[in-house]
């Protein structure tokens, strides 16, 4: 399993911006994709996650109703989009995969494949 993330930036406060993740190497769709995010000096804390079969999604309190989750219709890619940015949102962004059950999708540890990250930094 293969996960590549892009589209970080450099974005104002209130601004928008999208981060992808293409994944490749999954044999069945009973997996799941997490966002999550480090900042600078930080513990790693879930974003958003979506399941591949299904497309049920699940948010971090932090970001519900800024950020949406979604996958492209052939599963290959899983859009992060960001809106309403905050300076608080400033982090490197990874995607994961895992085959997580919901009770445990927001414990990174559970996701055994990871992409390498891709900062947003929110200016104010």
């Known amino acids: 399993v293969q996960l590549q993330a892009s589209g970080g930036g450099l974005v104002q406060a209130g601004g928008s911006l999208r981060v992808s993740c293409a994944v490749s190497?999954?044999?069945?769709?009973?997996?799941?994709i997490g966002w999550f995010r480090q900042a600078t000096g930080k513990e790693r804390e879930f974003v958003a996650a979506?399941?591949?079969?299904?497309?049920?999604?699940h948010y971090a309190d932090s970001v519900k109703g800024r950020f949406t989750i979604f996958r492209d219709g052939a599963k290959k890619t899983v859009y992060l989009q960001m809106n309403s940015l905050k300076p608080e949102d400033t982090s490197v962004y990874y995607c994961?995969?895992?085959?997580?059950?919901?009770?445990?999708?927001?414990?990174?540890?559970?996701?055994?494949?990871w992409g390498q990250g891709t900062l947003v930094t929110v200016s104010s």
């Open positions: 190497g999954f044999t069945s769709d009973y997996y799941t």
């Open positions: 994961a995969a895992g085959n997580v059950i919901t009770s445990t999708l927001r414990d990174s540890s559970k996701y055994h494949s």
């Open positions: 979506i399941r591949a079969s299904g497309g049920t999604t």
